[in-house]
């Protein structure tokens, strides 16, 4: 039986890769798969994103080899970095 952080870590795999591959190269995202991963899987964390240019910015952000599109390796460093200032927020505000 798998302990609960590595069903989390099956989870965010099987997560990214529903969303891969669906345009071009099946191991990254593209823009569009990006912003259907944002809207549909953290769309309570964005709902306050009034910006309509906040998936360009985020993918800017992400895409560190530059070639437009997001591997698992940049999507993870977003759900880290998402994932700590949850951790901030909940921590001081309980």
């Known amino acids: 039986m798998a302990s609960q952080l590595e069903s ?9 890769h529903s ?6 190269d099946k191991y ?9 991963l944002l809207q549909n899987e953290l ?18 952000d992400l895409d560190e080899n530059g070639d437009g599109e997001v591997d ?3 999507f993870v ?4 970095a998402l994932t ?3 951790n901030t927020f909940f921590w001081e505000n309980t």
């Not at 989390?8 to 990214?16: A, D, P, R, V």
């Not at 969303?19 to 071009?24: A, L, Q, W």
């Not at 460093?77 to 880290?80: G, I, Q």
Request: glycine share 8%; with cysteine; hydrophobic share 35%.
């Open 43 to 60: 769309g309570c964390f964005l709902e306050t994103q009034k910006d309509t240019e906040s998936v360009d910015k985020i993918m800017h």
């Open 72 to 74: 698992f390796q940049e």
């Open 19 to 24: 969303y891969s591959g669906k345009e071009g």
């Open 77 to 80: 460093v977003l759900v880290a």
């Open 28 to 36: 990254k995202l593209s823009k569009k798969e990006l912003k259907d």
């Open 8 to 16: 989390t870590m099956e989870g965010l795999i099987s997560i990214f």
């Open 84 to 86: 700590v200032a949850c």
